[in-house]
């Protein structure tokens, strides 16, 4: 009897199905790509059976729907769902090309009518036109000025003797296994108000609420084999496996400037045999080392070197932070490479593991870099070439202005909090080679520049 009460079609004229969401929102949806599928559950929550008497869109131009495993149009008539019982929805973005620079927002209806009634959900996204790109070659001298986003498939390669210049303002969305190999140069000079940015092209939610931009090793990285050249200016590479990894042969000169390398499942900076210098530069959250430094001369000034990866309240990396590890590690014990020298000015090294700093070197007191005005996580660094700097002190609290995911609103933040200790301690003189922060704050106005690369 009470399955047939189920069963049975109900006479009551206000009886109303239930979703799950009453407005589906996307992210930014790229064009020709598509988003990921979601998914709403549609529940008959009446004792007797609904009959829906027709499921239609109001447009049906950029969402594409499948109601319990039936996606044609003409097929989604009279369906019954039992009492107390409930049908899967999946839907899926799908924007037409239309020349947007900019995200455009689109908007449409599901449509359920019983019998005289009707109920609706609201379908809502931004669609971006992109410029698709699946494997480019770089063989002669080429700028590439980012009029419209740039979806990477499998990668760029730039051939030996060749320039790749890349305009303010350009985004590449890398997929799944992308990366960028350079044998040439490679010169991305981001502005304050238009930064080059790398990054996945997940753009849509690991859970409610939380991005998978979040998410590290959601693309490949850039590798740098014996390049002619690389410079880079305010541009950001997140989110990859590997953000920057240059192997030279030891003629070779890295040039790393208001630039911000952020959370990336194995290295952020890997030096090995090239000379480097890194300046009003963030590199952050990384399960391995945020800076690999082995041959060469790496001079690092005013910049922030902070590992807190997997630091959250959410389960959301599918890599674990290896604590075996120092975040800022100089292996100066290689036979195989030049000597290593590291010059650290006016900047920060902090992180979960309390010594954020690991010396690998033969003689610890006639190492031949320099460490001053800084602020140290580390208990490693002999005195002879370490002065003026400031140690921390067990777990500092007040270092940053957020170190840990605490929650959806509040995520890592690396500029200084009020009571910060790395406040007031940088080098004035060296700092007014470099007035501005990695935000554009003048670090020289109160007189007391702050370490790292973001003034209070």
Same mark, same amino acid.
């Given at each position: 009897m009470l399955i047939a009460c189920e069963n049975r079609l109900t006479d009551d004229p206000s009886a109303r199905l239930t979703f799950s969401l009453d407005t589906l929102r996307f992210d930014t949806v790229f064009t020709n790509a598509g988003s990921s599928t979601r998914t709403i559950i549609i529940r008959n929550e009446n004792k007797r059976a609904l009959q829906i008497s027709r499921v239609r869109m109001q447009s049906g131009e950029s969402f594409r729907i499948n109601l319990d495993g039936e996606q044609k149009p003409d097929m989604l008539r009279d369906i019954v769902i039992g009492?107390?019982?409930?049908?899967?929805?999946?839907?899926?973005?799908?924007?037409?090309?239309?020349?947007?620079?900019?995200?455009?927002?689109?908007?449409?209806?599901?449509?359920?009518?019983?019998?005289?009634?009707?109920?609706?959900?609201?379908?809502?996204?931004?669609?971006?036109?992109?410029?698709?790109?699946?494997?480019?070659?770089?063989?002669?001298?080429t700028t590439l000025l980012g009029r419209k986003p740039y979806l990477v498939r499998n990668g760029i390669y730039i051939d030996k003797g060749a320039l790749l210049s890349i305009a303010p303002g350009c985004r590449f969305y890398m997929h799944d296994t992308a990366k960028v190999v350079c044998l040439g140069g490679i010169s991305a000079c981001g502005t304050?108000?238009?930064?080059?940015?790398?990054?996945?092209?997940?753009?849509?939610?690991?859970?409610?609420?939380?991005?998978?931009?979040?998410?590290?090793?959601?693309?490949?990285?850039?590798?740098?084999?014996?390049?002619?050249?690389?410079?880079?200016?305010?541009?950001?590479?997140?989110?990859?496996?590997?953000?920057?990894?240059?192997?030279?042969?030891?003629?070779?000169?890295?040039?790393?400037?208001?630039?911000r390398i952020h959370n990336h499942s194995v290295y952020g900076l890997a030096l090995l045999d090239v000379d480097a210098n890194v300046v009003n530069t963030e590199i952050s959250n990384c399960a391995e080392y945020c800076v690999y430094a082995s041959g060469g001369k790496h001079n690092f000034v005013h910049t922030t070197i902070a590992s807190f990866f997997n630091y959250t309240q959410y389960v959301i990396q599918t890599t674990h932070r290896n604590d075996n590890v120092s975040p800022f590690f100089i292996n100066n014990i290689s036979k195989n490479r030049r000597k290593t020298e590291v010059r650290m000015y006016n900047s920060i090294i902090a992180g979960v593991k309390q010594n954020s700093l690991m010396l690998a070197t033969p003689l610890g007191d006639y190492y031949s870099g320099e460490f001053a005005y800084s602020y140290l996580q580390t208990d490693t660094l002999?005195?002879?070439?370490?002065?003026?700097?400031? !140690?921390?002190?067990? $777990?500092?609290?007040?270092?940053?202005?957020? @170190?840990?995911?605490? +929650?959806?609103?509040? /995520?890592?933040?690396?500029?200084?909090?009020?009571?910060?200790?790395?406040?007031?301690?940088?080098?004035?003189?060296?700092?007014?080679? !470099?007035?501005?922060? $990695?935000?554009?704050?003048?670090?020289?106005? @109160?007189?007391?520049? +702050?370490?790292?690369? /973001?003034?209070?």
């Open positions: 009492g107390g019982d409930s049908l899967f929805l999946f839907v899926r973005a799908t924007i037409d090309p239309a020349d947007r620079d900019k995200p455009a927002f689109i908007e449409d209806r599901v449509i359920f009518e019983l019998g005289e009634q009707k109920q609706e959900l609201v379908l809502e996204a931004y669609g971006w036109d992109v410029e698709l790109i699946d494997s480019l070659y770089i063989g002669r001298d304050l108000e238009e930064p080059v940015w790398f990054g996945s092209d997940r753009l849509d939610d690991i859970y409610e609420g939380i991005r998978y931009i979040y998410v590290g090793g959601k693309w490949n990285g850039i590798y740098l084999s014996e390049p002619d050249s690389v410079r880079l200016d305010y541009t950001e590479i997140v989110s990859g496996q590997i953000a920057l990894y240059v192997y030279g042969s030891g003629k070779e000169h890295l040039s790393l400037s208001n630039c002999g005195q002879r070439f370490a002065h003026d700097n400031v !140690y921390a002190q067990k $777990r500092d609290t007040t270092l940053f202005v957020c @170190d840990l995911y605490k +929650d959806k609103e509040q /995520y890592y933040d690396f500029r200084l909090d009020s009571l910060s200790p790395a406040r007031d301690i940088a080098d004035s003189l060296i700092a007014t080679r !470099y007035p501005l922060d $990695r935000l554009g704050k003048n670090r020289l106005e @109160d007189g007391k520049p +702050d370490a790292g690369c /973001y003034e209070y």
